[in-house]
């Protein structure tokens, strides 16, 4: 649905950000968990027509997907590296609403039990990929941080070099802090930014 035809006209008129919910980078993921049928390509193409008409870009990325292999999680991460810089990052753990065709096969599949149900539960409000937190396992903080890494323009060739060395998983705690460092550094910049040009600025560390 985005081209410049509909952009253009849309940003004289005042539009200056977009959200897009993405969900996951992997193909299969959107089609079979989210009901989302757009390529890889469309999402690049949709985010590049924004950028260049001035548009920010709220970007919605849910983790935490049962569902999700090793080779999914990948994908999300080279979509990332793709996705033109700056944009807004926002990472949400998957959430179990009663009633829902994906909590009713989680519970068949045992993934969940009734307890994680959001009625229940309550958690929804919690980014737990996004907080880069200390109590999340050593695998989840290890594609967080690789997320992150290429939202904030880590070159690619570092970015996958390390997601896969064992020496990125015994000190995943050390690179989640940074990372957490680096963040915090980011959003103060853009406040001091936002204040001297009144101007909302992304908060990338670059």
Request: charged content about 30%.
């Amino acid at each position: 649905m985005v081209d410049e035809d509909k952009v253009r006209p849309m940003r004289d008129a005042g539009l200056g950000f977009a959200t897009m919910g993405i969900q996951s980078g992997s193909e299969r993921i959107r089609r079979e968990c989210y009901e989302r049928e757009t390529s890889d390509d469309d999402i690049v193409k949709a985010c590049e027509i924004l950028k260049r008409n001035g548009v920010g870009r709220n970007l919605d990325f849910i983790g935490d997907n049962p569902y999700e292999t090793e080779e999914d999680r990948q994908a999300t991460l080279d979509l990332l590296l793709r996705l033109p810089k700056p944009f807004y990052f926002n990472y949400f753990s998957l959430t179990y609403f009663p009633g829902v065709e994906r909590t009713t096969r989680a519970l068949r599949d045992g993934h969940i039990k009734p307890e994680d149900v959001e009625h229940v539960a309550q958690k929804g409000y919690e980014l737990w990929g996004g907080t880069l937190s200390p109590l999340r396992s050593i695998e989840d903080l290890r594609w967080d941080v690789a997320y992150m890494m290429a939202v904030y323009r880590f070159p690619r060739w570092l970015v996958e070099a390390l997601v896969r060395r064992p020496v990125f998983r015994r000190h995943i705690h050390r690179a989640a802090e940074g990372m957490r460092h680096l963040r915090t550094i980011a959003h103060w910049k853009a406040r001091v930014a936002h204040r001297v040009t009144g101007q909302l600025i992304f908060p990338s560390p670059s």
